[in-house]
């Protein structure tokens, strides 16, 4: 804790804090060079983020799939449900089914258990047993795969049973509804190839009987099921453009088409283009494109406020948040002014959408060709959409579109759009990501050209802060040293004065 004046009256704390005000102007000055480069880093890094969410779309724009956009309609959706799995040729198809694809069921007669307040077996179906013949033993098949289920009639519940079944996890799944007093077992897939073959397990070692002394087969006596006949699924059965097909499944993809069978019936189901669905992906890339050109331009032609730098720590404290705010907005301002790496991105996108398509067969060759242009040059490449021109292009030539946004060729003048724009999306953002570095990422250390010099800055302020503190400490001893002569003074002064006086006596 430091204490001045008390021999020469002097503020020495204000002195020191005036004096030290003039000394960190310096480092005020790396300060704000270090906040502007803090500022357009992140900037950078935000239209960057925009930049890689743009080259996703436009990746896609590079891919006929994008173009190749279908409805599919069923003229009994009841019946048949379609919907598109991929490039599926246009035409108008016929459908008829003559059955559904159905598991294997069975369904137990109705139990009617002796006792149901009691939890076993036993209990429950008044069975007979003794500690050494006190099993039930039974196998389930599923027509590949058999598993066989061995259960104490004194220890286990129906409720056991029906779980130990489902977890063998093959292909048989079985459920207990206590309401109907039934048990159901069905397989898990459908077709032909699904099966339930059920056989109770009748040996010495577990032959237990039933209340009238008979051996007991768990399956066929207390459950009630046919043991003697396998249940059996089947296939789908239907007509394809007239040809006799079957599937295992309600669910299947024909010619690109999926195929939902619902019921028996006839439906006739057509594919056609998706003009609206192309045109709204077309219309969607204009907005994403005006959108980040929009953003760039502003960036390019901010106005700098030389007269507003960056504010220190203490200017802050004296104003409010509103002021800052608006100081802030102005101190901002003009980071990207005549920025080469906007502008070369700019310069590039707009080549790359104005130049034609070469070696490409018919009119459309170019957006402009297609209804897509720009208009006053003061926009910076802003692009518009004559709807009714796209609209009759892709009516009338949806193949030579979807030629002009995805070909590719060794000759980069008779690349498609798509690829074009791609390509130049990725350079730009390998440029910001080189300026800037990575927002997020697995670096410890950011080599990027920003991070570098903004490294450099907080080695220097370390430095200066530092020397700024050696400097205080200076003046502090300085006006302490001349604090202790002025007291010693005082003190001498004193002591003649008080040597006059006893003379003067």
Excluded: C
Aim: charged content about 25%; proline content about 2%; cysteine-free.
């Amino acid at each position: 804790m430091r204490i001045g004046g008390l021999a020469s009256g002097m503020d020495i704390d204000q002195m020191v804090k005036d004096l030290m005000r003039a000394e960190r102007m310096p480092m005020e000055r790396l300060l704000q060079q270090k906040t502007l480069l803090e500022w357009k880093q992140e900037d950078y890094r935000a239209l960057n983020r925009k930049l890689f969410s743009f080259r996703d779309q436009m990746f896609n724009f590079k891919l006929q799939s994008t173009f190749n956009v279908k409805n599919v309609t069923s003229s009994n959706p009841g019946a048949v449900n379609v919907s598109v799995a991929g490039a599926a040729n246009d035409g108008i198809y016929t459908m008829e089914v003559a059955q559904l694809a159905k598991g294997a069921y069975q369904t137990s007669g109705e139990i009617n258990p002796y006792n149901t307040e009691e939890k076993f077996l036993t209990q429950q179906f008044n069975l007979n047993s003794s500690e050494d013949k006190n099993l039930i033993s039974f196998s389930i098949g599923d027509g590949q795969r058999t598993e066989t289920f061995t259960f104490n009639v004194n220890q286990a519940t129906i409720h056991d049973v029906i779980n130990e079944i489902n977890k063998r996890n093959f292909g048989v799944r079985a459920n207990y509804d206590a309401n109907l007093n039934r048990v159901f077992l069905m397989s898990r897939q459908t077709g032909a190839a699904q099966k339930i073959e059920l056989q109770d397990i009748l040996t010495g070692e577990n032959l237990v009987k039933d209340g009238t002394g008979n051996p007991f087969g768990f399956l066929a006596g207390a459950l009630l099921f046919n043991t003697s006949e396998p249940a059996q699924g089947q296939d789908a059965a239907f007509t394809f453009n007239g040809t006799l097909l079957a599937q295992a499944s309600n669910t299947f993809t024909i010619t690109e088409i999926n195929f939902n069978l619902l019921a028996e019936g006839a439906a006739t189901v057509r594919v056609s283009g998706n003009i609206e669905g192309v045109f709204n992906q077309i219309k969607d890339f204009v907005e994403r494109f005006n959108e980040i050109i929009e953003d760039v331009n502003k960036k390019l032609s901010e106005r700098t406020y030389r007269a507003f730098p960056p504010l220190s720590d203490e200017q802050k404290e004296q104003m409010s948040e509103k002021e800052i705010q608006l100081w802030e907005e102005k101190a901002r301002s003009g980071l990207f002014r005549n920025d080469n790496i906007l502008i070369n991105f700019v310069s590039n996108i707009r080549r790359a959408l104005s130049e034609p398509v070469q070696d490409l067969t018919g009119q459309n060759n170019s957006l402009a060709a297609i209804g897509i242009s720009t208009r006053s040059w003061h926009e910076g490449g802003k692009l518009y959409i004559d709807e009714t021109k796209l609209k009759r292009a892709l009516q009338e030539d949806l193949e030579g579109v979807k030629q002009l946004f995805t070909k590719t060729s060794t000759n980069s003048a008779e690349n498609g759009i798509g690829d074009r724009i791609y390509r130049v999306v990725i350079d730009a953002t390998r440029q910001i990501t080189e300026s800037a570095g990575r927002e997020t990422g697995l670096r410890m250390v950011d080599d990027s050209q920003l991070g570098q010099r903004l490294n450099n800055l907080n080695k220097q302020i370390d430095s200066w802060q530092n020397r700024l503190k050696n400097i205080e400490d200076r003046y502090w001893r300085q006006f302490t040293t001349m604090e202790k002569a002025l007291n010693q003074m005082y003190s001498q002064s004193m002591w003649m004065n008080q040597q006059f006086m006893r003379n003067w006596q």
